[in-house]
């Protein structure tokens, strides 16, 4: 796993990605999406390390697909995904979509916005779990050029709630 995420990170140099860190009272997450040039297709990676007792660290990584929608005058994408979820004892292969919007409000201080949800049901959910799903919506602001500050809110569900938390983080933008 430990050298998946370094291909990750390395990656991200060598097409163009967003890399983002987020921080809980117990969690600390580094996810990014790189996506391929010259096309609508991206690659998903999360890892979320867990400090609360009981709970085990996350890890995610996927495909998506985007694309302009109908609300293509705000400058926003719709993204479907295939995501691979897994803690130690549960396992999914969610299919969410997703909304983001990477610049919008004034050109000073833009403001980008993300929204996104996957669900497995039990054919689709592996070891422990019986179902998942997952929810983010995330707002950031980008007080310089090529990194933005977040706030967000995330929920992650195998069978119960592994993790339901507002986060603040980093983003930076390759």
Do not use: C
Request: glycine residues 8%; without cysteine; aromatic residues 18%.
């Amino acid at each position: 796993m430990k050298k998946f995420l370094l291909v990750l990170l390395f990656s991200i140099y060598s097409f163009g990605s967003d890399f983002n860190i987020e921080l809980t009272n117990y969690t600390l997450v580094a996810n990014s999406t790189i996506n391929i040039p010259n096309t609508n297709f991206g690659v998903r990676g999360s890892y979320l390390y867990n400090d609360e007792d009981g709970k085990n660290d996350y890890y995610s990584f996927g495909f998506q697909a985007q694309g302009a929608n109908s609300l293509d005058n705000y400058n926003s994408k719709l993204a479907i995904f295939i995501d691979y979820d897994h803690t130690k004892d549960n396992s999914a292969l969610p299919i969410g979509i997703g909304i983001f919007n990477k610049k919008f409000g004034s050109d000073e201080y833009p403001l980008s916005m993300k929204a996104s949800i996957g669900y497995a049901p039990a054919v689709l959910s592996f070891d422990k779990a019986n179902k998942f799903w997952k929810g983010d919506i995330r707002v950031g602001i980008q007080p310089i050029q090529n990194a933005r500050v977040l706030v967000g809110y995330r929920t992650i569900n195998f069978n119960k709630n592994y993790q339901s938390v507002v986060y603040f983080g980093v983003g930076f933008i390759f």
